[in-house]
T-cell receptor, first 111, second 116 residues
Framework: GQQVMQIPQYQHVQEGEDFTTYCNSS?????IQWYKQRPGGHPVFLIQ?????EVKKQKRLTFQFGEAKKNSSLHITATQTTDVGTYFC???????????FGGGTRVLVKP | GAVVSQHPSRVICKSGTSVKIECRSL??????MFWYRQFPKKSLMLMAT?????????EQGVEKDKFLINHASLTLSTLTVTSAHPEDSSFYIC????????????FGPGTRLTVL
């Protein structure tokens, strides 16, 4: 079945630094979605990418969907303590299908 | 918009009892809702897909007689953990499809179940 992998599993970042987390699917995705879960909270939808090679920005967050629609990345610049949490990527193999979530990247920020 | 609520947020019960968790879409209608289970510091594991007016579709390895799902209306799905045991202790989260055709999901706040 479809598998979605995320690396790294943990990311310790000094406040103010940049970092990138990567998402790779075993199958082509119709779209890729990113969610953020704060400690003790629930996943919150961040963004959806649909087109091959698409890039979207949300303030300090840059999301990219690979040309082959099998991988994605999230780049955060000038990390802040509010960025703490686990970032999950998720995607359906076909539109309208259930989502398969990656294992998540747990981000810890050192002040 | 797209608010999903869950009730209760926390529940502690004795082994052998059944626990019902409600998932509601507050400001939109959800034909499809999803039930996930999440262990500490782990990802979300899809348990079942709940469709309004029809039987739920369970993922491989999930016992349908153990985890009863009812999606009686376009705004409410319930998950009942029957004859709960300590190994059923977990964080259960529901989600609902947002805008039609986008596949995005809006999550409820989750229910932390502890079985003694």
């Amino acid at each position: 079945g479809q598998q979605v992998m995320q690396i790294p599993q943990y990311q310790h970042v000094q406040e103010g630094e940049d970092f990138t987390t990567y998402c790779n699917s075993s199958t082509t995705l119709s779209n890729i979605q990113w969610y953020k879960q704060r400690p003790g909270g629930h996943p919150v939808f961040l963004i959806q990418l649909v087109k091959s090679g698409e890039v979207k920005k949300q303030k300090r967050l840059t999301f990219q969907f690979g040309e082959a629609k099998k991988n994605s990345s999230l780049h955060i610049t000038a990390t802040q303590t509010t960025d703490v949490g686990t970032y999950f990527c998720a995607g359906p193999a076909t539109a309208g299908n259930k989502l398969t979530f990656g294992g998540g990247t747990r981000v810890l920020v050192k002040p | 918009g797209a608010v999903v609520s869950q009730h209760p947020s926390r529940v502690i019960c004795k082994s052998g009892t059944s626990v019902k968790i409600e998932c509601r879409s507050l400001d939109f209608q959800a034909t499809t809702m999803f039930w996930y289970r999440q262990f500490p510091k782990k990802s979300l594991m899809l348990m079942a897909t709940s469709n309004e007016g029809s039987k739920a579709t369970y993922e491989q390895g999930v016992e349908k007689d153990k985890f009863l799902i009812n999606h009686a209306s376009l705004t409410l799905s319930t998950l009942t953990v029957t004859s709960a045991h300590p190994e059923d202790s977990s964080f259960y989260i529901c989600s609902a499809d947002g805008t039609s055709g986008t596949d995005t999901q809006y999550f409820g706040p989750g229910t932390r179940l502890t079985v003694l």
